[in-house]
């Protein structure tokens, strides 16, 4: 929670920072929106899925980030956001010391280089869920979503590597105490971007939704 607070709070001060407009229109946030976590599962779109066409290069991702006088890219950003104790930052966004938790597996790491920031939902499965069809920079703006703190999560690399490309019907996070709050991120995700589930992946949800109590799952739909 504090990290999500800590997240939120870095996207809405970097928000007001003086900015040049251009002649494009400027809509309002969308609300936000909640639902228990049982109901959230069964508003997710249930599709097939289709590989077809997926490159990886088709998602620009770790731009400039939020903060473009920084000089740091979304990845490392999202690495001094979540951080427990603060990296030290050098020239060109350098990163040194710092100290993190991997909530996947539980694990205290200090050090950026132990890290891998985890698209919430991978790349692959995004295309395969309906980002095939997104513009160009809609892929961008996913692959570098810091909006939504559930998007993107400092993990080990080694569970980040062990998930891939999977959905929780294939991959769950090896910490019994992860699996709620990562259904909860997952279906949030989803829901934001309106990317479908297929059948498997939502009778897993389903599964995990019945062990989760009152779990509420929030999320604000992208624009």
């Known amino acids: 929670m504090i990290t999500t607070l800590r997240r939120t709070a870095t996207a809405v001060a970097l ?3 003086p900015l040049t407009l251009t002649a494009q229109t400027v809509h309002a946030a969308a609300p936000e929106e909640t639902a228990p976590l049982g109901v959230a599962v ?18 620009r991702h770790w731009n400039a980030g939020l903060d473009l006088r920084d000089g740091c890219n979304t990845r490392a950003e999202v690495l001094i956001s979540e951080a427990m104790a603060a990296p030290a930052v050098g020239p060109g966004c350098a990163l040194s010391g710092g100290e993190w938790s991997s909530y996947y597996d539980v694990q205290h790491v200090v050090g950026a280089a132990g890290l891998d920031i985890d698209h919430m939902v991978p790349l692959a499965e995004a295309w395969d869920s309906g980002a095939s069809v997104w513009s ?9 979503d810091q909006a939504a703190p559930q998007s993107l999560v400092a993990v080990t690399a080694k569970t980040n590597r062990s998930k891939g490309d999977k959905d929780p019907s294939d991959w769950l996070p090896p910490a019994a105490s992860a699996l709620c709050r990562y259904a909860v991120e997952w279906t949030s995700t989803k829901l934001r971007w309106g990317l479908a589930a297929d059948q498997e992946e939502q009778r897993r949800l389903y599964q995990l939704a019945a062990g989760c109590g009152e779990e509420v799952v929030a999320w604000t739909p992208a624009p």
């Not at 508003?43 to 088709?58: F, H, I, W």
């Open 15 to 17: 928000a007001v920072l």
């Open 42 to 59: 069964g508003l997710l779109p249930v599709s097939d899925e289709s590989r077809e066409g997926y490159a990886r290069t088709k998602f």
């Open 136 to 144: 160009a920079a809609r892929r961008e703006a996913y692959a570098n």
